[in-house]
């Protein structure tokens, strides 16, 4: 995490909240070069009892929150809409302060900590693992988030070959979270992650550098100067640097590929009986993460989304999803040249399979309730 560029008073929208534990800003607003204050600021919002912040945050903020949901249960049901629902997160949007526009979306620290640690639902850790400003930060959790970027880059290293740059490293760890992300169907643009990589490369490097070199120390790949401070990289693709890769991965991912792959009985040194995960080759253990990664991003941005629209109610959710498709339909369009000269079909298979992918989410869905 990085300071990146100035942000207009960050502190003055929040001194209109409650008290909170911990605040970044996230999104296109850090852009080094987004000049436009026209965008939204996003902010990510830790407390420890979001009943009892709703509760404060309404009696002075009423007008953040969809009407039907306050005149209708109020905090507890914004809480239980985010937690049952949704994923833990309740968002507001379109908040204006001094002439800007926010959105804030306000998580328990309890639900953020498992997430940036165990990958419990794979959202509020994939916000995490691209560039934030962090404005407070009471309980250490830009410290704490080292665990989930090493993580990050252990999941990327796997699914990449023996060689490739560090733009292409950045690229795969920003994809990570939108693997499977309902939006990026329909409502996403398709160059998101190339905009977001190229767009934030400095803050990129600021925040996975470090952990580069202690992967290169640990002879786990090797780094070769390429330009503009930029560099290429090959790794080890082995059997043992596989299974090192892996073992930095969250226990819980870690627990659902030893279910998939099989686990062995071993003893450690002291004699314990310990099991561990069978891996044959990196290959199907990347495919193996790939497939888990899938399917929790898929059920977590499906229900975030329905959440979404409940809780930003009727007028703010459809000009929210207006904005994302505007965005959508305006890379598709441009993705358009790449379908001429015979790649037609290409495309059409693309479409095709996201028809398929909406299906398998109303079943994923379907399964989890």
Not at 73 to 85: F, Q, S
Not at 288 to 303: D, T
Request: proline share 4%; charged share 25%.
């Amino acid at each position: 995490m990085d300071d990146g560029p100035e942000i207009l008073e960050p502190a003055s929208f929040l001194q209109t909240l409650p008290p909170i534990e911990f605040a970044c800003i996230y999104g296109s607003s850090l852009h080094p070069n987004n000049f436009n204050k026209t965008s939204m600021i996003d902010y990510i919002l830790g407390v420890s009892d979001p009943q009892q912040w709703h509760t404060q945050n309404l009696k002075t903020n009423r007008n953040h929150y969809a009407s039907w949901m306050v005149h209708l249960g109020g905090p507890r049901l914004i809480t239980e809409v985010a937690d049952y629902i949704g994923v833990g997160v309740h968002f507001n949007p379109f908040v204006s302060h001094k002439d800007r526009m926010f959105k804030y979306g306000v998580v328990r620290m309890h639900d953020l900590v498992q997430d940036i640690l165990g990958w419990e639902r794979f959202y509020m850790s994939g916000r995490l693992q691209k560039p934030v400003k962090v404005i407070i930060d009471n309980l250490e959790i830009e410290k704490l988030n080292s665990v989930n970027l090493k993580a990050a880059t252990s999941a990327a290293l796997l699914l990449l070959p023996s060689k490739f740059s560090e733009e292409e490293l950045y690229a795969k760890i920003c994809s990570l979270s939108y693997m499977g992300d309902l939006r990026m169907l329909f409502a996403e643009d398709k160059n998101k992650v190339k905009k977001i990589v190229q767009g934030q490369f400095k803050l990129f490097q600021t925040m996975y550098k470090p952990l580069l070199e202690d992967f290169a120390a640990r002879d786990l790949l090797r780094l070769s100067p390429f330009i503009d401070q930029k560099v290429n990289i090959i790794q080890d693709c082995g059997l043992s640097s596989t299974c090192s890769l892996v073992s930095s991965l969250p226990l819980p991912l870690r627990s659902k590929m030893g279910i998939k792959l099989g686990e062995e009985k071993m003893f450690d040194e002291s004699g314990r009986a310990i099991r561990k995960m069978v891996i044959k080759s990196k290959e199907e253990g990347a495919d193996c993460m790939r497939k888990i990664l899938r399917n929790k991003v898929m059920i977590s941005s499906a229900r975030q989304a329905v959440a979404g629209l409940l809780t930003a109610g009727a007028v703010h959710g459809l000009r929210y999803v207006g904005n994302k498709m505007h965005k959508a339909w305006k890379s598709w369009w441009e993705n358009q040249e790449s379908c001429k000269d015979g790649r037609l079909y290409f495309c059409s298979s693309i479409s095709g399979r996201h028809y398929n992918s909406i299906f398998e989410i109303i079943y994923r869905i379907s399964e989890t309730t």
